[in-house]
């Protein structure tokens, strides 16, 4: 599974579960961002092909593709989000908050 090389560091003043499951939501289809541990999220409705992983910075969360022809695809979804939800987050480049 690679990683996108874009991520999503979430404000202090909301919680990532909701962030991640509007994303979920709007992009998925999915009901929401659906825990895995306390550090993954599913966040393709159950389909195993997308998880979000929190970083190092433990407000920060990294996408891992299952297929790596996915990845384009998953960035544009990434980036569409963060344009529309510049209140709950901000984009940063993956390779800067990696663990």
């Given at each position: 599974m690679p990683y996108c090389n874009l991520a999503?560091?979430?404000?202090?003043?909301?919680?990532?579960?909701?962030?991640?499951?509007?994303?979920?939501?709007?992009?998925?289809?999915?009901?929401?961002?659906y825990p895995l541990d306390k550090k993954q999220f599913n966040i393709d409705g159950g389909l195993n092909d997308l998880r979000a992983i929190q970083q190092m910075e433990l407000d920060t969360y990294?996408?891992?593709?299952?297929?790596?022809?996915?990845?384009?695809?998953?960035q544009g979804k990434i980036l569409d989000f963060a344009k529309k939800h510049t209140s709950e987050c901000v984009l940063v480049n993956f390779e800067?908050?990696?663990n």
């Open positions: 999503l560091k979430i404000k202090k003043s909301v919680a990532s579960s909701n962030v991640l499951s509007t994303f979920a939501k709007e992009h998925f289809n999915a009901n929401e961002a990294g996408f891992f593709c299952r297929y790596e022809q996915d990845i384009q695809k998953t800067s908050v990696k």
